[in-house]
């Protein structure tokens, strides 16, 4: 469960469309004497030639970001002369095992994608990482994140990584395919199953999931636990020793996701659709419904269905839960491996682009969902209703819980992300995949 303080400091995500707080850096120097995120680093040609290996997660051509970062490469390569960016595109869960290799090897990339938490203990604890505290003082990039962000990234006062979102879970609706279905937004759990077979009896597809993805079940999953433990902190409260994985709670959110799943919410061959190619089957009109964290919006906003889409939050289950708790979904963010060997160039790098990151995100309709400050005014620069949903949405957090496998260790977590996929092809007894869990915590701790 998130403290207190986190919780509210993920809230501030929220209020990023109001504070509208300038992303700093513009011009001015720092105390070290490093210029602007606009100055040139440029060694005036005759610096040594650096290549740079920039791992990242940005693989869909048709979301906003992608370009986005091309963009910032491009412009820091032309101000550069004497750097290349070399982009190492991957989907998450092949970034994930790749890292894992690399790791292993100790050939970490300059910059990789690490998640907060749990996640990314493991590569510090074997120092792969380098500290980023001196990346953050320079050009006011500190304070251009939401406050208490950081702390997701930090261990024994250093700072790791650099988070590029702080999120929500919420479901996204197609208008036109709920009308032409004949239904409404549903706020129970039951009438979400409800509409799934009615959408499904009317051949339209309910739900899309890119379930090859192990993390997409998950998330799903863990705000039905959300509801059914009737508030947050249940995997807090195994590790804990308070409560086991055959819990009621538990065993009634497999029951309810397996009911979703029975109803015919997904796509036939689910486990064979990635992040990318599941979220495309909502993007294209293809599916009436899409649970996933706020990041999506931009690639939404920017696809063939902008205009036509709403967002819902996660309704009870069971009459249980609130649905001003939401999945927080403090982002995956950027670390600089600790053996590069062009340690200091890579952190200059990794300073301008999360300093142009707001920025950018904000012209191409990328910016909901970040974990800085934006400077801008949402509406007026044309972001759609549905954005400003989302943002609006972003104000009635209440606290809520955060991913699996950004709570628990990593042998507990894969058994879970294992477990949960095994719904989408068969049915399965609640109470064994309970044990499932519980043998996987105790065999891990």
Request: with cysteine.
């Amino acid at each position: 469960m998130l403290k207190k303080s986190n919780v509210l400091s993920l809230v501030m995500a929220g209020i990023l469309a109001v504070s509208l707080t300038a992303c700093g850096g513009g011009g001015s120097t720092s105390k070290d004497g490093v210029g602007s995120s606009t100055a040139s680093n440029d060694t005036g040609g005759t610096g040594e030639k650096v290549t740079i290996t920039f791992q990242n997660i940005f693989t869909d051509p048709t979301d906003p970001k992608d370009a986005m970062l091309k963009r910032i490469v491009a412009d820091y390569e032309a101000k550069n002369p004497n750097i290349k960016i070399e982009l190492d595109s991957l989907n998450t869960d092949q970034q994930k095992l790749k890292l894992k290799t690399q790791a292993a090897s100790k050939e970490v990339p300059d910059i990789t994608v690490v998640n907060p938490s749990a996640q990314m203990k493991p590569f510090v604890d074997a120092k792969l990482l380098a500290p980023l505290n001196d990346v953050v003082e320079k050009n006011g990039l500190k304070d251009t994140f939401q406050e208490g962000l950081l702390d997701w990234y930090t261990f024994d006062g250093n700072l790791y990584a650099l988070p590029d979102g702080n999120n929500i879970g919420l479901v996204y609706y197609n208008k036109e395919l709920f009308d032409q279905a004949g239904v409404k937004v549903p706020t129970t759990f039951e009438e979400m199953v409800d509409v799934v077979k009615q959408l499904k009896a009317k051949g339209i597809q309910p739900m899309a999931i890119g379930e090859k993805d192990t993390w997409t079940g998950s998330f799903l999953f863990m705000n039905i636990l959300l509801r059914t433990n009737d508030g947050p902190g249940f995997l807090k409260d195994v590790a804990d020793g308070k409560k086991t994985f055959e819990d009621p709670a538990f065993t009634e959110a497999v029951k309810s996701m397996q009911d979703l799943i029975q109803a015919g919410a997904f796509q036939e061959g689910v486990t064979s659709f990635d992040y990318n190619a599941g979220e495309n089957l909502f993007k294209t009109g293809k599916a009436a419904m899409y649970y996933m964290g706020s990041w999506a919006t931009g690639g939404i906003e920017t696809s063939s269905v902008n205009g036509k889409v709403g967002v819902f939050k996660f309704p009870t289950v069971n009459g249980k839960g609130n649905p001003d708790e939401f999945m927080l979904a403090p982002g995956s963010a950027f670390a600089i491996s600790a053996n590069s060997e062009h340690l200091e160039e890579t952190k200059e790098f990794l300073n301008y682009f999360m300093l142009e990151f707001p920025k950018r995100a904000f012209e191409v309709k990328g910016a909901i969902g970040l974990g800085q400050k934006v400077e801008g005014d949402f509406k007026a620069a044309g972001y759609s209703d549905m954005s400003m949903e989302v943002l609006e949405m972003f104000k009635q957090v209440k606290g809520g819980d955060i991913s699996f496998d950004n709570t628990m260790n990593p042998g507990t977590s894969q058994a879970h992300l294992t477990s949960i996929q095994n719904l989408f092809v068969q049915q399965k007894d609640p109470a064994e995949v309970a044990k499932e869990h519980q043998a996987a915590f105790e065999s891990n701790k």
